[in-house]
């Protein structure tokens, strides 16, 4: 036998042998049970020799004792593991009346791999998709619904599903798409994409796959419940009640965990085995739904996770960090993915795509889900609100040159300004007679000593002869820099209150669930003092030429924030930057300036 139907066959044998395993714990939970019961009816009917002695008595009501113990944990343990909340990821959930026509072709894809259709559809802002049972949070929560925050609503438990030659009482998984697919993504592609992952509800409905899948997220939602409640110290003032019931709970907390990972540890080749059988009964079955097509949509995947990675990376991430976040990111994923298209002769040919019809098409309001998602994305790169407010606040991409790009640069000068002015002058006052040279311009008067200009920006980088080594100073300055930032980072996660954290979920402070989900990788590169350093420098300079030289803000849709002269693009800057933080070195920059006509003893406004 081969096909799906091998593979099928290789899954359900690894979930068999995933079920084994929980039987025998069972069994191994059972064992004194059983002992004590034969040792209470062999006394009571005198079948066991000497069974009325006080030896045999003793014997008899310990291991009825440790029985009765047995069975308590194992019991405390199944109730956990039953109960227990795996986790889920983040999603938008579409609802079928506002994606009629997604939900349509969904079911016809699932007729054609002949398989049951998934029981809901949801979006995640991530280049991604997959199947994802929610049974067990259907199950745990009170009222039959997992409760989200933040908007994203509850997540559709649907109807019972009855696959073709199964038994009745399994569910279909939910099927999650990537967000950016469906914008960037033509209708044909995207249908050849979820083929495999939508042919992958055959196997998942079956009773045993489905069982094993269960026991297994049970028990490793009980090791994360574990962790949460062992670890953590008690909270000063406690009250003695309290302080009691946690040092009760640490240690059944700590046995639960310890049990639930040797049998995860039992489970793991099994249910590991289980997935690769499952994804290959899938993609066999999947061969013949649109297979020529579907290698062009996987070179689309690719190229959209990259416009999506640089789309987060160089233009959302300075929105989020100003309290702003772009209300239209998968939009921004065609844009950006066009403009890669113009830029990048790998992409040749891409942008004729656009022609024919997109995916986001089956949406009914594309634009409500695309600010829904972008909201998300946010939430798990970021870590913003789970709500718009005074601090948080949507951004159109028609205003972000102004709402963004411009007020970053002005930040970032203000911070630069305030670091020099607190930085002490041990040295001599060599770097504070450079800014005067810089401004002696014989056109009007000079500005003031502490004036916001970009010549005093440079004398204070730049090492005088017979004073500090070069970059020296430049070294100081990025290291203030680097506390101040850290210490704005702080005061605004204070601000935030912990909003990652589940209500509820105990009191071990480092839970990053969002509404009970699992969160994606934050999206926070670090930066060195130096490249904080550099970007504070390049604001300055970019302010002082929009308000010197008639440049404007700009946005470019793969790197970010831009400067623009006449409409056009200086993307030359960078060197002459590096030259004055690294080197200490303003010649270059002084050269550049002159070039375009900006004016450095000029005075810029800030922020």
């Not at 033509?186 to 045993?208: I, K, Q, W």
């Not at 909270?235 to 009691?244: Q, S, Y």
């Not at 002869?465 to 210490?487: D, I, K, M, N, Y």
């Not at 006509?597 to 810029?604: A, C, D, W, Y």
């Amino acid at each position: 036998m081969a096909g799906p139907e091998a593979g099928a066959l290789s899954a359900r044998a690894r979930a068999l042998a995933v079920l084994r395993i929980r039987s025998t714990a069972l069994a191994v939970a059972l064992l004194p049970a059983a002992v004590a019961a034969v040792l209470l009816v062999g006394g009571a009917t005198g079948r066991l020799g000497g069974s009325h002695g006080e030896e045999w008595t003793a014997v008899r009501w310990a291991v009825v004792g440790g029985a009765v113990v047995v069975l308590l944990l194992a019991a405390a343990v199944a109730a956990v593991v039953v109960r227990a909340r795996p986790a889920l990821s983040p999603t938008v959930p579409i609802a079928e009346e506002t994606a009629p026509d997604l939900y349509r072709l969904v079911r016809d894809l699932a007729d054609r791999l002949e398989v049951p259709a998934p029981s809901a559809i949801a979006l995640t802002p991530d280049c991604d998709s997959w199947l994802e049972d929610r049974t067990h949070r259907a199950h745990g929560a009170k009222g039959g619904g997992a409760k989200t925050g933040g908007g994203m609503g509850s997540v559709p438990a649907g109807a019972s599903v009855v696959g073709r030659g199964e038994r009745r009482g399994a569910q279909a998984p939910v099927l999650v798409i990537g967000s950016p697919f469906l914008w960037w993504m033509r209708v044909a592609e995207l249908r050849a994409l979820l083929a495999p992952v939508v042919a992958g509800t055959g196997p998942s409905v079956h009773p045993d796959i489905a069982a094993a899948r269960r026991f297994v997220r049970g028990l490793d939602a009980a090791v994360a419940v574990a962790a949460r409640g062992s670890g953590g110290a008690g909270k000063a003032g406690e009250a003695p009640v309290a302080a009691l019931g946690r040092a009760v709970r640490r240690p059944a907390l700590a046995f639960l965990g310890w049990i639930a990972r040797l049998l995860l540890r039992g489970c793991r080749d099994h249910a590991a085995e289980m997935e690769r059988a499952v994804a290959a009964a899938a993609s066999e079955r999947a061969q013949t739904v649109d297979y020529g097509l579907r290698i062009v949509a996987q070179e689309q995947v690719g190229l959209a996770y990259a416009g999506w990675d640089r789309l987060l990376t160089r233009v959302a991430l300075p929105a989020w960090r100003m309290g702003r976040w772009p209300s239209r990111l998968d939009a921004g994923v065609v844009a950006a993915l066009t403009e890669l298209s113009r830029r990048d002769r790998l992409a040749e040919g891409f942008a004729s795509r656009l022609s024919e019809r997109p995916a986001c098409d089956l949406l009914e309001e594309p634009g409500l889900i695309d600010e829904a998602t972008s909201l998300l994305a946010a939430r798990l790169f970021h870590g913003g609100p789970s709500e718009p407010g005074p601090d948080w606040a949507p951004v159109d991409w028609g205003e972000y040159p102004e709402e963004v790009v411009d007020r970053k640069w002005r930040v970032e000068a203000a911070r630069l300004h305030r670091v020099l002015d607190e930085q002490p002058r041990s040295g001599g006052p060599g770097p504070r007679r450079a800014a005067p040279r810089e401004a002696t311009s014989g056109q009007g008067p000079e500005p003031e000593p502490d004036a916001p200009t970009l010549a005093r920006v440079m004398g204070r980088l730049t090492a005088a002869p017979g004073l500090a080594p070069t970059g020296e100073l430049g070294e100081e300055v990025a290291a203030r820099l680097s506390a101040e930032v850290a210490r704005e980072e702080a005061a605004r996660a204070t601000d935030r209150g912990g909003a990652l954290t589940e209500p509820g979920a105990g009191s071990g402070g480092g839970d990053p669930w969002i509404d009970g989900f699992a969160p994606l990788f934050p999206l926070q590169p670090p930066r060195t003092g130096r490249e904080l350093l550099a970007d504070h420098v390049t604001a300055m300079v970019c302010c002082a030429a929009i308000d010197t030289a008639g440049a404007a803000p700009g946005l470019d849709w793969l790197d970010g924030p831009a400067l623009l002269f006449g409409g056009r693009r200086r993307a030359d800057l960078a060197h002459s930057v590096l030259s004055l933080v690294e080197d200490g070195d303003a010649e270059p920059l002084r050269a550049w300036l002159g070039e375009v006509g900006v004016r450095p003893e000029k005075p810029v406004r800030l922020v």
